[in-house]
């Protein structure tokens, strides 16, 4: 069984930055799985694979970054630069080896980012 769960969503002025935190349940899954981000309307936003390989839909490539810290169980969102295009709930998602990274098996609660004007 798969828990995500997601921290540090807030409210934040256009061109700010925010780092969303993703806690994964099981060691194991950190190393094994991909992971990766989307809000909502699964709108897919970056993976990383069980190599540390990152993806980036277009929209974001150059203002956030997807990383994993299999210290801690971690999986990262840093987003710089954002717009207010950008508010939204964001989920951390989890896909098992061998399925299409993007077509997220398992995600969490959700955590909400709010850019103003």
């Known amino acids: 069984q798969v828990h995500l769960a997601e921290s540090g969503g807030g409210s934040v002025q256009a061109g700010g930055s925010l780092r969303l935190s993703c806690e994964v349940t099981a060691s194991a899954l950190i190393t094994h799985y991909c992971f990766g981000w989307f809000r909502q309307g699964r709108e897919g936003i970056a993976t990383i694979d069980s190599d540390g390989f990152p993806s980036y839909a277009h929209y974001v490539k150059g203002r956030f970054t997807i990383s994993k810290d299999a210290a801690t169980n971690t999986v990262y969102l840093q987003m710089n630069s954002l717009k207010p295009e950008d508010t939204a709930t964001y989920y951390c998602?989890?896909?098992?080896?061998?399925?299409?990274?993007?077509?997220?098996?398992?995600w969490g609660q959700g955590t909400h980012v709010n850019v103003s004007s």
């Open positions: 998602g989890a896909t098992s080896p061998g399925k299409v990274c993007w077509d997220f098996e398992y």
